[in-house]
């Protein structure tokens, strides 16, 4: 029985996906989103860290951490609504209430 170029390709696909599988990214993601918002806290950018803040709370929200999410989601609020952002305020409001 020959194996074909073809059979081979479709082995190792099927390798790849079965790796990849196995891989959390909502975690590898959540780590660096972590560290960028350290960054960002520690050069004074608020406003970045707040953006990366925000997609940290998406990713616990899609990762089903829910009440990690709304730690998040409550930071970034109290601090859009101090700062008079309401249009931002008004953009994060319906994910944080999903």
């Given at each position: 029985?020959?194996?074909?170029?073809?059979?081979?390709?479709?082995?190792?696909?099927?390798?790849?996906?079965?790796?990849?599988s196995?891989?959390?990214?909502s975690?590898?993601?959540?780590?660096?989103?972590?560290?960028?918002?350290?960054?960002?806290?520690?050069?004074?950018?608020?406003?970045?860290?707040?953006?990366?803040?925000?997609?940290?709370?998406?990713?616990?929200?899609?990762?089903?951490?829910?009440?990690?999410?709304l730690?998040?989601?409550?930071?970034?609020?109290?601090?859009?609504?101090?700062e008079?952002?309401?249009?931002?305020?008004e953009a994060?409001?319906?994910?944080?209430?999903?």
């Open positions: 029985m020959e194996i074909t170029d073809a059979q081979k390709e479709r082995e190792a696909i099927a390798a790849l996906r079965d790796a990849e196995r891989i959390n990214h975690e590898l993601i959540i780590s660096l989103l972590v560290q960028a918002i350290t960054h960002f806290k520690k050069h004074s950018s608020n406003r970045m860290k707040l953006y990366l803040m925000y997609n940290l709370a998406e990713e616990y929200v899609s990762s089903k951490n829910y009440d990690i999410a730690n998040y989601y409550n930071h970034i609020v109290q601090a859009y609504r101090s008079n952002w309401w249009l931002i305020l994060v409001l319906p994910a944080a209430l999903k």
